[in-house]
Every structure is written in structure tokens, then in C-alpha cells.
């Protein structure tokens, strides 16, 4: 019986070491950006949130040994393709794709994160948890979904969504710098998990 449960508890250790993922590099794309302003409201433009949220992220990552990089570093555009282009350049890298959420149902708030493939489910459990770790939000869960960037990357990838521009009170927490920098931390604490 020992024996057993000795070989069972190997083949749980194999097991995890097969499904690791050794990565170094964690390529971080800001939405939209130039013309392409995302959800909006009055002044607050997702494609601001966005960006601001994505270099806090590329500080605490750089600070924790990542490389990284990023598919825009101001207000510009990028297409989808243009940002796949950038992203599948790369090996032994995850992709993370930085977003805040719109709807006219002004009572909608949470934070979200999208996958696409099974090893990006494990990414999302990992980044969903640390952001949700940091940030006392309401929890709208990790999910599966088809949009283009984490459809057609070959990486490990993620897209968060980083609350609603839309609600009032969601919106107000994320024009502070504090919130932004949490949901940043959180986003870098799940890479760092997914990693071990």
C-alpha cells in the first residue's frame, strides 16, 4: 500500500511538471489606442486605462526578472493582426491583453478575465485570482471566449478586463492611480504563480 501511494504521488509530481510552462518573457498589450478610444465616458477613455495599467504592469514584472514588451508604449493604433504579429514573434512567452469594460447597463460592474485555449485557462485562473486578491471587486469570473487576440496567439494568453468605464462607481475607482497600479499587481502576482 505504501508503494502505492509513494508511485501515486510521483506520477502527481510528473504530472505538474509536465504541465509547467517556462517562460520569461510576457508580451503585454494595452486595447485600442489612436483613433480607437474603447469604452468611454465623458473624458475616461478605455484606451488611457489601458495603457497606464499595462506600463504599472511592465514595472512590476521587470522588478520581479520578466522581460517584457509591449505592443504600443503611447496613443497610437495597432490593428488585431498587427498585435498578433508582434505577440508570435516570441516563444516561451504568455501574452496578457489589458482591457476595461463598457455596457449601457450602467449597474454592471466586476472584473473579468478571458481564455481561449486550455493552457490559457490556467493563465486566467492564476492572473483572475491575483487580481481579485488585490482589488475588492465584484468577481464576474474567468471565461471562455473567442475574441481575435487571444484566438489567434500562440502563446498562453489572456484578456482582463479591468472593471466598467460605465459604471459610476467602478469608473471612479479607476481614474485613481492606486486602483490601476492594484489591478497591475495583481495581473503581475498571476504571472508569477502561473510560472511555478
Known amino acids: 500500500m505504501k508503494s502505492l501511494t509513494t508511485l501515486f504521488l510521483i506520477s502527481l509530481a510528473l504530472t505538474a511538471i509536465s504541465n509547467a510552462y ?7 498589450d494595452p486595447g485600442h489606442g489612436g483613433h480607437d478610444k474603447g469604452g468611454q465616458w465623458g473624458r475616461v477613455y478605455e484606451k488611457h486605462l489601458a495603457l497606464d495599467t499595462s506600463i504599472r504592469l511592465e514595472s512590476h514584472l521587470k522588478k520581479m526578472g520578466y522581460n517584457t514588451v509591449l505592443t504600443r508604449r503611447s496613443d497610437y493604433f495597432v490593428s488585431l493582426p498587427g498585435r498578433m504579429t508582434i505577440a ?23 472584473i473579468e478575465t478571458f481564455y481561449h485555449g486550455s493552457q490559457s485557462k ?3 485562473n492564476d492572473v483572475h485570482r491575483g487580481v481579485m486578491n488585490r482589488v475588492k471587486v465584484v468577481d464576474r469570473g474567468v471565461k471562455y471566449a473567442r475574441y481575435y487576440v487571444i484566438r489567434n496567439c500562440n502563446l498562453p494568453s489572456v484578456l482582463v478586463e479591468g472593471g466598467f468605464v460605465s459604471n459610476t462607481n467602478e469608473r471612479s475607482r479607476m481614474k485613481t492611480a ?3 497600479d492594484a489591478i497591475a499587481r495583481g495581473i503581475a502576482d498571476g504571472v508569477q504563480n502561473f510560472r511555478r
Do not use: M, Q
Request: aromatic share 22%.
Open 88 to 110: 508570435n514573434k516570441y516563444s516561451k512567452a504568455i501574452y496578457i491583453s489589458i482591457h476595461y469594460n463598457y455596457t449601457w447597463k450602467k449597474e454592471v460592474s466586476g
Open 22 to 28: 517556462d517562460f520569461r518573457t510576457v508580451i503585454i
Open 178 to 180: 492606486w486602483f490601476r
Open 122 to 124: 490556467a493563465l486566467a
